[in-house]
């Protein structure tokens, strides 16, 4: 910055371009000559020594010599609206909040104006972009009215197609896909399915399940005591839709009598309808049924133990049923043993032409204990024959 020589005392001297002035006191010297004694300065000058100096802070903006308040605009967190009668041009316009406008203009001839994606030219819209039309809804719902058993996508005749609220391309995608229902299409546990009577039901399993989850979602799911409460086991609930989950403790229940049940199930929510819809899979069954014992052997059974020695045994699950034994070449007694309630139907010798042996057997009673300790009376029938089979027959069973 220029200063010039003091050379009268008819006006501002030393002025620069900010047009800041220092007025003198009394004649003209040179301005080494000076100090803040001889001279009084404006505002925003100071003199040390012989120089002088401008002081920044006292220096007022806004009152500068050629100041035009609107072209000093500080939109600095302003909640005042940009107007202008003129252009804005530039690269780019960035606005982080919403732009309100009547009339979008192309600039460049002929290229059209593209928005979001969505190329607008010619009074239309690029085919290519329709996705782009996602913030345009449709006000109302689309009855179906159609005849000769036409359909439209997914609807028939009469159906409403829930449009309201939803784009085209949302419309468009419900009327092309049916919704297909999330199932569950397995669902199992560790152990056996069917058990002794009398057997308790405890401790720790494993359950494995398979999901079809078509059109849904299923993120979590709860393993239910069908039996005891239709409750939550408490390992099980709300756990990650994996296909699995081990050492998950079961409720007690012992299954004292043929035919009792120990039944779970999975369920689950898909999570895409509004509101959430629930699922839940077949039971998985474990069911107590007592055991028939039956083939050849050296003496009449007097235990359980003896029962179970005659070599054959399966369990009685209804009261009809049908089964064979091998006589051997040994023995000459034969045992059929059935549970409380069930009766001897007939007794055939496949290997002599269907011989009838059914009354050749004799019935008693024999007590035995179930898996939980309590008593059940069983119907013994022996047939003693004089000496062997030989070669072996094949005897069918009917059970009554």
Same mark, same amino acid.
């Given at each position: 910055m220029a200063v010039n020589t003091i050379g009268n005392s008819n006006g501002p001297?030393?002025? @620069?371009?900010?047009?800041?002035?220092? $007025?003198?006191?009394? =004649? !003209?010297?040179?301005?080494s000559a000076l100090n803040a004694i @001889?001279?009084?300065?404006?505002?925003?000058? +100071?003199? $040390? =020594? =012989? $120089?002088?100096?401008?002081?920044?802070?006292e220096i007022d903006h806004d009152s500068l010599l050629n100041f035009e308040e609107n072209e000093h605009i500080d939109w600095t967190n302003t909640d005042e609206e940009l107007v202008t009668s003129g252009d804005i041009t530039g690269d780019t316009l960035l606005a982080t909040a &919403?732009?309100?406008? @009547? #009339?979008?203009?192309e600039y460049t001839s002929d290229e059209g104006v593209t928005i979001d994606g969505v190329l607008i030219k010619d009074n239309s819209i690029d085919a290519s972009y329709i996705s782009g039309l996602s913030a345009n809804t449709l006000s109302s719902d689309i009855v179906v009215s159609l005849s000769g058993g036409k359909t439209f996508g997914k609807y028939t005749n009469g159906q409403t197609i829930p449009a309201t609220g939803k784009t085209p391309e949302e419309v468009l995608t419900d009327i092309a896909q049916e919704y297909i229902t999330p199932s569950f299409t397995s669902f199992s546990a560790s152990g056996a399915t069917q058990v002794e009577v009398g057997t308790t039901i405890s401790g720790d399993y494993d359950f494995t399940w398979s999901t #079809?989850?078509? %059109?849904? +979602?299923i993120p979590q799911v709860t393993i239910i005591d069908v039996t005891i409460g239709d409750a939550a086991l408490g390992d099980a609930e709300n756990i990650l839709n994996d =296909?699995? &989950?081990n050492n998950v403790t079961v409720n007690t229940n012992t299954l004292a009598a043929s035919g009792d049940k120990q039944q779970w199930k999975i369920t689950g929510e898909d999570s895409v309808p509004t509101p959430p819809v629930s699922y839940s899979s077949s039971n998985h069954t474990i069911t107590a049924y007592y055991y028939r014992y039956y083939?050849? $052997? %050296?003496? !009449?059974? !007097?235990?359980? !133990?003896d029962l179970q020695a005659l070599g054959g045994s399966a369990f009685q699950t209804s009261n009809s049923q049908s089964f064979s034994f091998e006589t051997g070449t040994t023995e000459s007694i034969f045992v059929i043993a059935l549970p409380p309630g069930r009766t001897l139907a007939s007794v055939n010798d496949e290997d002599s032409l269907g011989a009838d042996y059914t009354d050749e057997f004799t019935l008693s009673t024999l007590t035995i204990q179930d898996a939980d300790g309590e008593n059940a009376v069983y119907n013994i029938y022996t047939m003693t024959i004089v000496g062997t089979f030989d070669p072996p027959h094949t005897l069918n069973v009917v059970t009554a």
């Open positions: 001297i030393g002025v @620069d371009e900010l047009g800041i002035g220092v $007025t003198p006191v009394w =004649g !003209a010297r040179s301005l @001889d001279y009084s300065f404006s505002t925003g000058l +100071s003199v $040390t =020594g =012989g $120089t002088v100096s401008i002081v920044v802070s &919403e732009i309100y406008t @009547d #009339n979008i203009v #079809n989850e078509g %059109s849904g +979602s =296909g699995s &989950e083939g050849p $052997t %050296s003496s !009449a059974p !007097a235990s359980k !133990a």
